[in-house]
């Protein structure tokens, strides 16, 4: 079958996209900016990508007509900027529009539980889309999931930064709220599972695991697994805004994405009951299970998708294609060479570098800059990397996104989307003699950023010089 995929870059489809290839599926995937998805990395002849912006009509003529299901998983909530009600308006009547016209027989859409009388504005929203699609010709399938839990999915990222980083915790009333977690794994069987089923046309169901908890039992819970012993106080004063700053603080997540899941967590999210895992012979994991599982992932460096991947910078989402030349007019520059004594290790350190390896030099003065950053409303460094040896184009690493990764070029191209008054790139290139060429580019907006770029001049000296050292093992050429 032919099966158009979207949302393609976002942490689901990344989970569903090889389990169809597997399944001898052809797939089609909708992609905002092609530069984001490494389709080789999947090595099939029965993906193609197209680039497809759902809020861009016109860009939909894109989608081609002999498919036979599509797959709706375009989200918006951790947006920074726009009004994402709005954004997911005009996105799902733009593909209900398209869809229409394609030989499709099924649209499946993932939501959120919406069995609730007042709902978060995220919830809200998913239910409106989810009433956009259904007015469509062609038969909708949803799924109504909750928590969901997997290694680098956005709620278990948190509920990992929170125990493994507070043995005390004095948290939000909204603890006490309700939850029916699922593990990942039973999420991609739900989706794959209702492919073309029939009996599930013109239906909704919520998928839940077997365990119904507050939030306060999944971080004890998730303690318990990990071995650790933590201490949680609720308090009913901490206002939602002091709920979201509380989550922005302390764990990877961005602002953005921090208000709309405190406002999503005041709202109990219990399935009503079903018998699709029945029918579709799905055995639902236990939630302690579903942590084991995601910690299985990450010990073997094997985390597929990350919520992490998700654009930050507001200025990205023109294209990674429009800052791939690092301009050189108006720029403030940091340019080093060294020769390498080994070439190969020192391209394994490059291609490490970020996450639990550090940057190789003044590690404590990168977390001071990723801790002021969280201060003004950046990203900090929380965020790590998906995979400690392996990275791809559009995926983020601690406070930068990754423009270019050419192994086989021995060139990895960041950009930073950590708070500067400008915009800055680091860029790492091993010639074919062995030289290491590291730059770090800064094009200042206005004096503010000629004020900044002096202010930390004597500190990038001190920092560019010993991480290259590091990474080559050599001396300076210049």
């Given amino acids: 079958?032919?099966?158009?995929?979207?949302?393609?870059?976002?942490?689901?489809?990344?989970?569903?996209?090889?389990?169809?290839?597997?399944?001898?599926?052809?797939?089609?995937?909708?992609?905002?900016?092609?530069?984001?998805?490494?389709?080789?990395?999947?090595?099939?002849?029965?993906?193609?990508?197209?680039?497809?912006?759902?809020?861009?009509?016109?860009?939909?003529?894109?989608?081609?007509?002999?498919?036979?299901?599509?797959?709706?998983?375009?989200?918006?909530?951790?947006?920074?900027?726009?009004?994402?009600?709005?954004?997911?308006?005009i996105s799902a009547e733009n593909f209900v529009q398209r869809i229409g016209k394609t030989n499709a027989r099924q649209v499946i859409f993932l939501s959120g539980i919406v069995n609730e009388e007042i709902l978060s504005k995220h919830l809200e929203s998913r239910r409106n889309v989810e009433n956009i699609l259904a007015s469509g010709k062609v038969p909708l399938t949803t799924l109504?999931?909750?928590?969901?839990?997997?290694?680098?999915?956005?709620?278990?990222?948190?509920?990992?930064?929170?125990?493994?980083?507070?043995?005390?915790?004095?948290?939000?009333?909204?603890?006490?709220?309700?939850?029916?977690?699922?593990?990942?794994?039973?999420?991609?069987?739900?989706?794959?599972?209702?492919?073309?089923?029939?009996?599930?046309?013109?239906?909704?169901?919520?998928?839940?695991?077997?365990?119904?908890?507050?939030?306060?039992?999944?971080?004890?819970?998730?303690?318990?697994?990990?071995?650790?012993?933590?201490?949680?106080?609720?308090?009913?004063?901490?206002?939602?805004?002091?709920?979201?700053?509380?989550?922005?603080?302390i764990t990877s997540t961005s602002y953005s994405l921090a208000q709309n899941l405190v406002d999503s967590m005041k709202v109990e999210v219990i399935c009503r009951a079903n018998n699709l895992d029945l029918l579709l012979g799905i055995k639902l994991v236990r939630y302690e299970d579903a942590i084991s599982e995601a910690f299985n992932k990450i010990d073997r460096n094997i985390v597929l998708s990350s919520w992490k991947d998700a654009l930050t910078s507001d200025t990205l989402n023109n294209g990674i294609s429009n800052y791939l030349d690092v301009p050189v007019h108006g720029c403030f520059l940091d340019s080093r060479m060294l020769l390498a004594n080994d070439p190969e290790n020192a391209l394994r350190k490059i291609w490490s570098i970020g996450g639990k390896a550090g940057w190789y030099y003044g590690d404590w003065l990168w977390e001071i800059r990723g801790f002021l950053d969280k201060i003004f409303g950046g990203v900090g460094l929380r965020r790590g990397r998906k995979n400690q040896t392996e990275i791809s184009a559009g995926e983020a690493l601690d406070f930068w996104r990754v423009l270019i990764a050419d192994k086989k070029e021995k060139r990895l191209l960041l950009f930073a989307e950590m708070k500067l008054p400008g915009e800055a790139w680091l860029e790492f290139r091993i010639d074919r003699e062995n030289v290491i060429h590291q730059t770090a580019t800064f094009r200042p907006l206005g004096l503010w950023g000629r004020i900044y770029w002096y202010s930390v001049l004597p500190l990038h000296g001190f920092i560019f010089s010993g991480m290259i050292k590091n990474i080559a093992g050599n001396k300076s050429l210049r």
């Fill in 144 to 249: 109504r999931a909750g928590i969901i839990i997997g290694a680098g999915s956005a709620s278990f990222e948190i509920i990992r930064d929170l125990v493994e980083k507070l043995p005390v915790m004095v948290a939000p009333v909204w603890l006490n709220t309700l939850s029916q977690p699922i593990a990942i794994r039973n999420v991609i069987e739900f989706l794959s599972g209702i492919l073309l089923f029939e009996p599930a046309f013109n239906k909704s169901y919520d998928i839940g695991g077997p365990d119904i908890m507050t939030y306060k039992s999944m971080l004890h819970t998730f303690a318990k697994v990990r071995g650790l012993k933590r201490w949680i106080g609720v308090v009913p004063v901490m206002t939602p805004k002091l709920s979201s700053y509380w989550l922005y603080f």
């Fill in 1 to 89: 079958m032919k099966i158009l995929l979207t949302g393609t870059t976002g942490y689901i489809a990344q989970r569903l996209l090889p389990v169809l290839l597997n399944s001898g599926h052809e797939v089609v995937c909708c992609v905002r900016d092609r530069l984001r998805f490494d389709a080789e990395k999947y090595n099939s002849e029965k993906l193609s990508v197209i680039e497809v912006d759902f809020i861009k009509a016109e860009t939909l003529d894109f989608i081609p007509e002999d498919i036979d299901a599509a797959y709706y998983l375009v989200h918006s909530m951790a947006a920074k900027s726009g009004n994402f009600e709005d954004m997911e308006k």
